[in-house]
Each structure stands twice: as structure tokens, then as C-alpha cells.
């Protein structure tokens, strides 16, 4: 995978009475390397979660231009939901269907999305859900099912449907400390398999392990990026090494 940000702005109406618009982005620009997963870190409100929306074809841009591997995003809404179709997108709220079991979420999309028969979409899900210990869960209902087995089901449900990349948005946020363990080893195995991942976390000893590139996003602006190590070893900007002084106290 490799991804270009060619000065990327995004405004939203205002929610004031003065009808004007708030720029959550910048002009974001990156050109990252050949690589399989990408990290998106910064402090709350910096734009990250807007970026991989954007990434992951839900949002339009207002302005600039994002290529994956040589091919613009497009920007019509035939393209976006082709590319959406591609991609497997994870939030942090589950958005699991609660009146569904966790087996009927999996199937959902592959039947009524991608239009596979009902035998074909069973057999699809079957292997995912045995390696990462869910088939006995497969019957529960979300609402019977722990915080990690949700999210992991989640994941799960965008990954069945053989996604070219995997956009996670801050996955293990709401989770208490043993919960976020069993997501976060699920991401690393997916890593571990060759996923391609864009990640947003404030999991920074999680992102070590995983990335391969990291990009500080803070006031809309990509401020610092490049591989792992260089990264975390000498900050490229102040507020950056202020960040990760903070977040790895």
C-alpha cells in the first residue's frame, strides 16, 4: 500500500447561528512508502478520526486529493461505494445489529452487500470465527457478549468480506484494560498475516508493534511522520515530542 495526501481540507458546517464552517483539516499532505500498515496518532480533536473516514471513502473531501497506489480516491458516489465495498472499515462503537446473533452481523453484509448465497457466506465465516475463538459466541446476541467480543466480531464482519485494506478508528477505546488485550492481539495476528491496516490508536506501545509508518496528526495538519523507530527515537517537531513525552509517561 502506498498512500499520498495531496493538501487535504475538510470544512463542516458550522453549528452556530452564523451559517459558517469549521476547518478540520488543513491541508494534510503525506507520501508514505511501499508499506502494509500505517498509524494515525495525535491528541483528541486533531482531525485523526476525520482523516480515515476520508481514507476509507465515507466522507468527500472539501479539497485536495488522496491516491492509493497510484489511484485517486474517487469521488462520485458510484466510486465511493465501490471502493467501500473493497475496504473494511472498524469504529470504535461496535455498530453491531443488537436484535441479531453475532453469526447473523457476520452474514449480513456478505448476503445483502456482496450478494453471496447463504451456503457460501457460512462457509466464509466459519474458518475466521474458529481461529479467533468466537465460535461459541456465534449464536449470542450482542448484548450478551463482552465489550472485547463485540469488538472482535466487529472486526470480524469487516474482514469477511476480504477487504484490500482495514481502517480501524481508535477500536479499543472503550474497553477496559483486559478487553483491549484481546482486540489488540487480534489486530497484531491480522498484522502478523499480512493485513493491510491504516490504524488510529492512543495505544502507542500497540502501534510500535504494528506500524510500519506513523503520522502525527494535530490541528487538522499532518505535523511529523515516517518509519517506526525514527519516529519515536528523535520527534521531528516540539509538539510532538511534548505528545509522546505525555502519552508514554
Known sequence: MRLVLENVRQQF???????????????CALTTGDIQSLVLIGPSGGGKSTLLRILAGLDVPTGGQVSFDGTPLPRDP????AW???VGTVFQAYNLFPHLTALENLLLPLVHVHKLSRSDALE??????????LAA????RPGQLSGGQKQ?????????VEPSILFLDEPTSALDPEMTAEVLEMIRELRDQGRQLVLVTHQMHFAKRVADEIAFVADGQIEAHGPVAAFFENPATPRLAHFLETVLA
Open 84 to 86: 467501500r465495498r473493497r
Open 13 to 27: 458546517a458550522s453549528p452556530g447561528k452564523d451559517h459558517g464552517s469549521v476547518e478540520v483539516l488543513k491541508g
Open 137 to 140: 459466541h456465534a449464536n449470542k
Open 152 to 160: 472482535r466480531i466487529a472486526i470480524l464482519r469487516a474482514l469477511v
Open 78 to 81: 458510484a466510486g465511493r461505494l
Open 124 to 133: 466464509r465465516v466459519f474458518e475466521p470465527l474458529t481461529r479467533f475463538g
